[in-house]
């Protein structure tokens, strides 16, 4: 197994041995010595990515952020109007791993490191065998090919906009196991870069008009209220609507949130336990349905923490009219095609499956719902239902609307 890490000093020898195999003996760019070893002239400026397998070098890429970059001092001239860019240098991979996915691991680790540094444009000389390869990560020529013999170069470009956009990004991109935040889309990013408005203007109503109603359209539910928060701040502005005795079915940790916020908020409730990573038992959820009359039903549609989407629609069969139907919806909205039609309150946010940038608390209601001056005023979703109530950003509308767009 080959393990990628940033290079520290004990890495230099075997550093400069492969620089030699490479740039010397391999590609013949600079004269033979005896030592078998190349020392980089900008070694002290370059960050080495590397490869190993039991501690043997197999795979290395040098980032240099200091300019001039090499291809300037060959007389190739470079755009000036980038923002900070880089150089990758000494790309280089030992013969007996290029059948194998080294170069590619590699590649992938250049493209989490470029991103983590927020470097959006890298030069590098590409050799003119590998030109093709280059081209699938999204590298463009910039000039006319360099060099003589078997040691010719393409002065080529990478930004991360040519990257997104080419056929090996999707190859790349790194897997991630743990809770949020969720990727987002280059043009979601660039919504959010935006001018921001100020959120009293016309263009800002209009802007939070625009987005409630193709939230309205995903959920399927005639209104939609939106505020600047996490999903925490939508359920516990539900938490508020929610009159006389209810039922909170748990199934794991996001329905056993539910029951804190319904404690928060002093609702009277019974708990109805679901088996941990099973369906809804329905005939038992019927059984206490008939038992008592409950005022309103709160559930999480999708339990994240044992991996379950739950069947609203053979929920909504056991209730009648007089029953509201809560759905927590944080982790469902977007993953399919769900319609909400039915549910008195839903609640979703803008990042997770949606792909927006965290920050934007939905929620979904039948009906139209009328400020209370029992409920503090951030809680109070009836200040919420007419559109911009308090504050807000507008790059965060606007990175939803794009959201929504890529989804």
């Not at 989490?112 to 444009?121: A, C, G, Q, W």
Request: hydrophobic residues 40%.
């Amino acid at each position: 197994m080959i393990d990628f890490s940033i290079a520290t000093a004990d890495d230099a020898e075997a550093i400069h041995e492969l620089n030699y195999l490479t740039f010397t003996e391999e590609i013949p760019q600079h004269q033979p010595n005896i030592e078998r070893k190349r020392i980089d002239r900008f070694h002290d400026q370059n960050t080495y990515l590397i490869g190993k397998e039991d501690d043997r070098l197999v795979a290395m890429i040098a980032i240099r952020k200091h300019r001039p970059f090499s291809l300037e001092e060959k007389g190739v001239t470079l755009d000036e109007t980038l923002t900070d860019p880089a150089e990758i240098r000494l790309l280089s991979v030992r013969p007996e791993y290029r059948n194998s996915r080294t170069f590619m691991q590699l590649m992938r680790f250049l493209m989490v490191y470029l991103e983590r540094e927020t470097i959006d444009h890298v030069y590098i000389s590409g050799t003119t065998r590998e030109a093709k390869l280059y081209a699938r990560f999204g590298f463009t020529p910039i000039a006319a090919t360099l060099g003589s013999g078997d040691a010719q170069f393409v002065p080529m470009l990478l930004s991360r906009a040519t990257y997104e956009r080419s056929v090996i990004a999707d190859v790349l991109r790194p897997l991630h196991f743990l809770a949020g935040p969720v990727e987002v889309a280059p043009t979601v990013r660039q919504a959010a870069q935006q001018a921001p408005r100020p959120h009293r203007t016309a263009s800002m109503r209009q802007l939070d008009q625009d987005l409630r109603g193709r939230m309205c359209q995903l959920l399927d539910l005639p209104h939609v209220s939106m505020a600047v928060g996490s999903g925490t701040l939508a359920n516990d502005i539900v938490a508020q609507q929610l009159t006389g005795h209810g039922l909170i079915l748990n199934g794991g940790e996001f329905g056993q949130r539910l029951i804190d916020h319904a404690v928060r908020a002093g609702k009277s409730f019974d708990i109805h336990t679901l088996p941990s990573g099973h369906p809804i038992d329905l005939e038992q959820l019927a059984h206490q349905l008939r038992q008592t009359a409950y005022n309103w039903i709160w559930l999480t549609h999708c339990e994240t923490s044992t991996g379950v989407l739950y069947d609203l629609d053979a929920v909504k069969v056991l209730l009648d009219q007089r029953t509201a139907l809560v759905v927590d919806a944080i982790s469902a909205v977007g993953t399919g095609h769900f319609s909400y039609d039915g549910c008195t309150f839903v609640t979703t946010v803008s990042g997770k499956a949606i792909g927006g940038l965290p920050g934007l608390a939905f929620i979904g209601h039948a009906d139209r719902v009328l400020p209370s001056l029992c409920i503090p005023r951030y809680l109070d979703l009836g200040l919420y239902a007419e559109g911009v109530a308090f504050s807000g950003s507008s790059n965060l509308l606007l990175a939803c609307q794009a959201a929504l767009d890529a989804l």
